[in-house]
């Protein structure tokens, strides 16, 4: 007789706790759509949180970290999401991991993701960031391969933009890419090669007159060949 009340008892419970797991599902459910209706990013990302932990899923694991990365929150997306390489990842998941290490300054870990995307989708707006990326670990032989893919894939109207200032612009992607193309050349051979660099980056500059990068590089790769006739 006591084993049936406490079978009795564990049912009823299970029940309440399943009535009350649904009843907080619909509540921020709710509360989510709100949130996104309202343009509340802090408020989607509670609902979303309060979701995975009630009704855990990929998707808004995935979606989650997306609106971190969004909001400049690097480290809070890597920990929702993780490092690791992984070749099933969704397109969303890998795309924050590769933004997001290269934000936090972990190029190595960040090219592992995106070659993937490479992999899945070739383009030149990977193609810049997978060279540039090369570029800051020594691998000028990977970066030309990945920078001549996007020299002859810079189609009319893809831009990519810059944010070193503080004001945010674009350039055409052929542009940047003969910018990493000497930025590659220099580091390759920094004697030998700073006037076919300079070359490089006037090329860039009559393409884009105003590209601010390519100013500040050619100002000091110009200002290190005057100190060099010096000696």
Partial sequence: MKNLVKLITLVF???????????????????????????????????????????PSQARQDTLAVLYMNEGKHIQALNTIGVERNENDSDMAVEVKAVSLQAVNQPKRSLEQYEILFKRAPN?????????????LDDMVGANLNITYGIANSKDGIMRTFYEGQNPYQVQMKAAFLYLKALASYKEKPEANVDSAIALLDEALVMEPNFNMAIISKNALTAIKENAKKY
Avoid: C, F, R, W
């Fill in 13 to 55: 419970a299970m029940q309440l706790s399943a009535q009350s797991n649904d009843v907080l599902l619909k509540h921020y459910e709710a509360y989510y759509a709100q949130m996104k209706t309202q343009g509340d990013v802090q408020g989607v990302v509670n609902a979303l949180t309060h979701l995975n932990i009630l009704e």
């Fill in 124 to 136: 030149a707006l990977i193609a810049y960031e997978m060279a540039d990326l090369k570029i800051q």
